[in-house]
């Protein structure tokens, strides 16, 4: 099988079709020979609280995650891995400034609990946790902040963000071209890419869609998968829905 450093693109937000997307293909492209994965968490902005535990867990071994923590500082656990993990890669996470909530903690579990590099630039530092809205007599909406998000090792990016291991933000001129880039022109896919090669010396690169996972992306070749990490980017266009975590 052909060795593989896999990029799986996170856009938009975890949702609860995110898990068994991320099931699927981590254990269809192990089992193609990958070697090692590249999570890209840039833009996104958290989404459903429940659904990034759940992909934290197929990726972890055992270990707390997350706790809500209230305003008098009374902690609830919010998920534990089992160390039923769906693989044994190394891993790096790639992350900008609009890396936020459910995706941070994400991207801090793994970097706690599998040693996972973080690649990019500091993430946005968006640790709270929403209530559902809430609709008014007049027709409005409110969402109430309910509690802070911990890490499982008891940690707290709100306010603050993630500081990466290997840092590689956009220069103003990078930054016009960023939709434009693909799987061998962007240069924080290179940095990550060279970062995960570090790990394991594996020299090719391969890339999934996440919104079209199947087990035949493993073998697609570089052009393919370019192409699809290109159509991803184009598509991303900040917009979030109402979510359990912001």
Do not use: H
């Not at 192990?30 to 840039?42: P, V, W």
């Not at 989404?47 to 305003?71: F, Q, R």
């Not at 306010?159 to 220069?171: A, C």
Request: hydrophobic share 35%.
């Amino acid at each position: 099988a052909e060795r593989l450093t896999v990029l799986i693109p996170f856009r938009w937000q975890f949702d609860n079709s995110t898990p068994s997307e991320l099931d699927f293909a981590l254990r269809s492209l192990t089992a193609s020979g990958a070697q090692s994965f590249i999570f890209d968490l840039r833009d996104n902005g958290g989404g459903i609280l429940d659904d990034a535990i759940s992909c934290i867990k197929l990726v972890a071994p055992e270990g707390v995650l997350a706790y809500a923590e209230d305003k008098a500082g009374n902690r609830t656990l919010l998920g534990s891995s089992t160390g039923d993990s769906v693989i044994s890669q190394p891993t790096v996470c790639l992350v900008n400034e609009n890396t936020a909530s459910a995706a941070e903690l994400f991207a801090s579990s793994l970097r706690t609990l599998c040693g996972t590099r973080l690649v990019g630039s500091t993430t946005m530092g968006k640790g709270t946790i929403q209530s559902s809205p809430q609709r008014l007599s007049d027709g409005s909406a409110v969402v109430v902040t309910v509690a802070k998000l911990i890490c499982g090792d008891g940690s707290c990016f709100d306010g603050t963000g993630l500081t990466v291991d290997v840092e590689r933000p956009l220069t103003a001129d990078e930054q016009v071209s960023y939709y434009d880039y693909t799987l061998d022109t962007d240069p924080q896919i290179q940095r990550a890419v060279s970062t995960a090669q570090q790990l394991t010396g594996v020299t090719t690169v391969g890339g999934v869609n996440d919104a079209d996972i199947a087990a035949d992306s493993a073998a697609a070749s570089s052009e393919a998968a370019a192409e699809s990490t290109a159509s991803s980017k184009a598509g991303a266009e900040g917009e979030q829905e109402a979510s359990s975590t912001q």
